[in-house]
């Protein structure tokens, strides 16, 4: 049953769904099966057309005197790494669109043991190792790339790497940049609870490194979300600011670099705090 009046209300502790196991965990070894299979088909129908051309198995327990097989060695093992990525992330891939098309994500606030939590949880387990060994390959591309498979909307010229992003219900504008060891989360775990909102990000922002975006936030245009910050369930981040705070409760102003420099050396002489503080307040609403 779905709920609409019971958010966990401001400094509650909140769990993501990434903690929980679940029997759904199997599909990693699934995913490595497939991934297996791939790599030892690929490499024996190669074994049998280097024999036919060259009348000698490429794999073998020889030791290499040929001098074709020591250059093709290295692109050999690259090549092998490759394929396995792309056959993990497309088979899940496939696995995940076939579990959005039996129950599709919703957004609300449902109870544990429902098709939401349980759901979520499935695709939540469906999508984590093909991220994961993204994260473990050197391409920061790849990242993008398997983000589009599983969904995520990002647009171009967007910076999405050393972090975690939900792979549903995310949009990312384009030129935005994310840090290192962010979390934007679409969905939460609260008690026995399951929150499900859509995050917008827009154009040209910036996700602070070790931050946390929740479910439902709306970053504007230009809206940066500053280091060791998260937001709210449900919160906009106006545009062209700096956001603050733990939750974010605090903007302050975007500064060419000559003016950050001016407010340095302020600071350094003693006399810039008052200015700062004066800015803080106009942009807050004299709070």
Known sequence: MESKNELPSEGDVISTSGVFKTPFTLIILVQLFIGGLVIVSTNLLWNQSYFALTGH??????????WVRWILLPPSIYGNIFLF????????ALIYKILNKIYPPREGVFKRGSKEWKYTHRRFWTAYFPIWLTRALPL????IATYRFFGVHIGKNVVAYEG?????????GNFTMTSINICIFSHLIYQDKIIIKRVKIGKACVVGPHTVISPGTVMQDGAI????????????LEGNLIHVGTPVSMTLPIQSLEESQEKAKKIREGTGD?????????KNGGK
Request: glycine content about 6%; cysteine-free; hydrophobic content about 35%.
């Open 274 to 282: 008052k200015q700062l503080d004066g800015e803080i307040e106009s």
């Open 225 to 236: 979300l500053g280091v060791n910050s998260y937001t709210n369930i449900g919160q906009e």
């Open 85 to 92: 990525w792309i056959s993990v992330v497309l088979s899940s």
């Open 140 to 143: 920061p591309w790849m990242d």
């Open 57 to 66: 198995y490429y794999f073998s327990f020889e030791p290499i005197n040929d």
């Open 164 to 172: 975690y992003i939900d792979p549903e219900l995310v949009d990312i």
